[in-house]
């Protein structure tokens, strides 16, 4: 069992920036990827951003590329979501999941644990 808790979130201004961090607990089965996922008031859940194990693949959605920065310190069982230049569409609810075995999946039924989430609310 993993356990996911993301921490990081609030309340920014259009342009600015927040890290999100995720920390894993509990007995890990292997090697894990972790994505980051968010969800909007009345949308679906869409894939943000994934990392491998390793730390040497990741993988972004077209719409935060260039902004948003993924990566992970596995001595701390912490994963990060560097986002920079946010824009009011970003707002949403942001989670990390986690998937065990070494490669990540882009869609919410390939990973096994979530954690409760993190709000992001970036104003104009």
């Known amino acids: 069992q993993v356990q996911l808790v993301e921490s990081g979130g609030g309340l920014v201004q259009a342009g600015g920036s927040l890290r999100l961090s995720c920390a894993a607990s509990g007995r890990t089965v292997g090697p894990y990827a972790v994505g980051w996922f968010r969800q909007a008031p009345g949308k679906e859940r869409e894939f943000i951003a994934a990392i491998n194990w390793s730390g040497g693949t990741t993988n972004y959605a077209d719409s935060v590329k260039g902004r948003f920065t993924i990566s992970r310190d596995n001595a701390k069982n912490t994963v990060y979501l560097q986002m920079n230049n946010l824009k009011p569409e970003d707002t949403a609810v942001y989670y990390c999941?986690?998937?065990?075995?070494?490669?990540?999946?882009?869609?919410?039924?390939?990973?096994?644990?979530w954690g409760q989430g993190t709000q992001v609310t970036v104003s104009s």
């Open positions: 999941a986690a998937r065990i075995g070494g490669g990540y999946g882009t869609t919410a039924p390939a990973y096994h644990y």
